[in-house]
């Protein structure tokens, strides 16, 4: 638990402690989030500083990065944010979100409140040698996952579902950078990283 002046403590001391799988979800500047208090925000640009390619492991990284609905904010992410983290080959994912019998929670051409988010993946150090003969598959095209959504903000856990496009040894050494709640084996980072962890959002069996 730390706030953003201390993010480059999380840098390995060695390469070989590099993380196969980093996920950041920021905390993007939203006029909503502003009005709810539901978290505070960062401007764009301080984004642009985080250590992303050294947490990543140097024989190549997978990196899932959510994003806002906004095409501004898209294409900052796509033209600079990316670039200076040295990540290559994005593919953007959908996650749909679905109430409990299926169907959607809103109408797909809503302006605001729009029933999906979205998230790029990449790679870091993803360099040709990497890449052959390699225990990974590569992300080819754009693809849709569907899920009921949670407490805002609560995002679906993913490696399970990414484990296939993961480089490197397995397990993977994964970490998420602002994260919100606990995984087994994650290095979670951010400066509320158990507030999921709060016993209501636990029901008793």
Excluded at 5 to 14: E, G, Q, T
Excluded at 21 to 40: A, F, H, M, S, T
Excluded at 86 to 99: A, P, Q
Aim: contains cysteine; charged residues 20%.
């Amino acid at each position: 638990m730390a706030d953003f002046k201390r993010v480059r403590d999380l840098i390995p001391c060695s390469p070989n402690q590099g993380y196969n799988l980093i996920v950041v979800d920021p905390p993007w500047e939203n006029g909503c989030v502003r009005q709810k208090e539901v978290y505070p925000t960062l401007p764009n640009k301080n984004f642009l500083y985080l250590p992303v390619q050294q947490l990543a492991r140097p024989t190549g990284a997978l990196l899932v990065l959510w994003i806002t609905n906004r095409e501004k904010l898209r294409a900052f992410v796509e033209k600079k944010l990316l670039p200076s983290w040295g990540v290559e080959d994005s593919t953007v994912f959908y996650w749909l979100k679905v109430k409990p019998d299926g169907s959607l929670i809103g109408d797909l051409d809503l302006f605001h409140h729009r029933p999906y988010e979205c998230f790029l993946l990449g790679y870091i150090n993803g360099n040709a040698n990497a890449k052959q003969g390699s225990n990974f598959k590569l992300l080819e095209r754009s693809q849709v996952i569907m899920s009921v959504p949670g407490a805002h903000s609560r995002k679906p856990p993913l490696e399970q579902l990414l484990s296939e496009y993961i480089p490197g040894p397995k397990p993977s050494r994964c970490i998420e950078l602002f994260a919100r709640e606990l995984f087994p084996r994650w290095t979670s980072w951010g400066n509320e990283p158990l507030h999921f962890q709060d016993t209501m959002y636990f029901s008793e069996k």
